[in-house]
Every structure is written in structure tokens, then in C-alpha cells.
T-cell receptor, first 115, second 112 residues
Framework: EAGVTQFPSHSVIEKGQTVTLRCDPI?????LYWYRRVMGKEIKFLLH????????ESGMPNNRFLAERTGGTYSTLKVQPAELEDSGVYFC?????????????FGPGTRLTVL | GNSVTQMEGPVTLSEEAFLTINCTYT??????LFWYVQYPGEGLQLLLK?????DKGSNKGFEATYRKETTSFHLEKGSVQVSDSAVYFC???????????FGSGTRLLVRP
């Protein structure tokens, strides 16, 4: 079974540019999460999809961030326009359906550097 | 709100030394607790977990016990190896929120 994949692994852009991160969850996992770790601090929750619906987007920092999951398969996270403070590692995770805890499987992360 | 606090690193040890990484949590209830590990160049991997008080999670020689009275979930290993060098994250989960709350991570460096 393939794990969670993320693309690109590393992105370097200039302030004001747009970047789109992609996450492919484990096949059949309805739940998809985005997290990020900024400047060596804690990993923070951004949002949670159940299939194509946003279950919880309370962690999205501002309206420069847009996440989509059309068709309930892969997800994209767009940052437009990027700011310096957006630099960090963006992790995606997926989890199979179920109300109580099931393990979240994480991707390798995308390291975003905004110059 | 819910939060997780873990000791700051980096932690530098010699091979075969004893490891403790402290983790405490605050929660409005009884969360499940986890330790995740990120090896260099890789993604986060679940290391161990405990879902209720007094449970002990263990894996690869690492152990952590869910202590409700001290709201702690300290990670321990009796004899570390160079291959254990990584960043370790403590995390909590509440069924009501469906999301993981992470600590800031502790970098462990084990020297030969």
C-alpha cells in the first residue's frame, strides 16, 4: 500500500508569488489533514477534510491560504500571495473513516522557503 | 484549550545512554497520547501511543506511560543508538476535535 505522498518536496519562491502544494492520501482514506511547522516550533493543525468537505478549517492562518479537495481524492494547498512568515514545512496526513482515533499517516512534508 | 509541552532540545547523548524526553499535556478531558518521530529526510512516523490512563506504549525499545495524575507522557529508552537520532514530537488527540495537537519537538543527537 502506497503511503501519503506530497509534492514538491521543496519549494523556494519570492515574497508575493503563488505556490501550490499537493497531497495524495492513502487510497480509501476519507480524512485528510494539513499541518505545518514554522521555524522549529510546534506542528500546528491547519485544516481537516472529510472526503471533499472541509470539516474544520480553524487553523488556517488567513485568507491567503486556500485548500481544496475536489473529488475527495488528492488535495491542494495554495498560498497566494506568499509572505516571509509562510516559510516552514507543510505536512499532509490521512486517516481512514471512523469516529474514534485511527492512526494518521503522514507524508514526508513540503519545505516551503519564501525569500 | 488543549496543548502539549515538551522539553526543548537539542538533546545530545552518547550511544547506550539513557534517554528521557519530557512531555506534559493540558486537556479538557482524557486525550489519547502519542509520540511521533521524524528521521532525517523522512516524514513523521508514529512511534507509540497510549489511549487511557496508566497505559504504557512501547516500540523499538522506547516506552512512555500515560500518567493522569501528573498529566505527563514522558518518552524513555534505556540504551540509545546512533540510529535514534531524530526529532521527537509528543502529541494529543481528543475524539471531539479529530485533530492532533503537537508539542514543539525535541531533536535528539546520539554520538558514537
Amino acid at each position: 500500500e502506497a503511503g501519503v505522498t506530497q509534492f514538491p518536496s521543496h519549494s523556494v519562491i519570492e515574497k508575493g508569488q503563488t505556490v501550490t502544494l499537493r497531497c495524495d492520501p492513502i487510497s480509501g482514506h476519507d480524512n485528510l489533514y494539513w499541518y505545518r511547522r514554522v521555524m522549529g516550533k510546534e506542528i500546528k493543525f491547519l485544516l481537516h477534510f472529510v472526503k471533499e468537505s472541509k470539516q474544520d478549517e480553524s487553523g488556517m492562518p488567513n485568507n491567503r491560504f486556500l485548500a481544496e479537495r475536489t473529488g475527495g481524492t488528492y488535495s491542494t494547498l495554495k498560498v497566494q500571495p506568499a509572505e516571509l512568515e509562510d516559510s516552514g514545512v507543510y505536512f499532509c496526513a490521512s486517516r481512514r473513516a471512523g469516529g474514534s482515533y485511527n492512526e494518521q499517516f503522514f507524508g514526508p512534508g513540503t519545505r516551503l522557503t519564501v525569500l | 484549550g488543549n496543548s502539549v509541552t515538551q522539553m526543548e532540545g537539542p538533546v545530545t547523548l552518547s550511544e547506550e545512554a539513557f534517554l528521557t524526553i519530557n512531555c506534559t499535556y493540558t486537556a479538557t478531558g482524557y486525550p489519547s497520547l502519542f509520540w511521533y518521530v521524524q528521521y532525517p529526510g523522512e516524514g513523521l512516523q508514529l512511534l507509540l501511543k497510549a489511549t487511557k490512563a496508566d497505559d504504557k506504549g512501547s516500540n523499538k525499545g522506547f516506552e512512555a506511560t500515560y500518567r493522569k495524575e501528573t498529566t505527563s507522557f514522558h518518552l524513555e529508552k534505556g540504551s540509545v543508538q546512533v540510529s535514534d537520532s531524530a526529532v521527537y514530537f509528543c502529541a494529543s488527540w481528543m475524539d471531539s476535535s479529530y485533530k492532533l495537537i503537537f508539542g514543539s519537538g525535541t531533536r535528539l543527537l546520539v554520538r558514537p
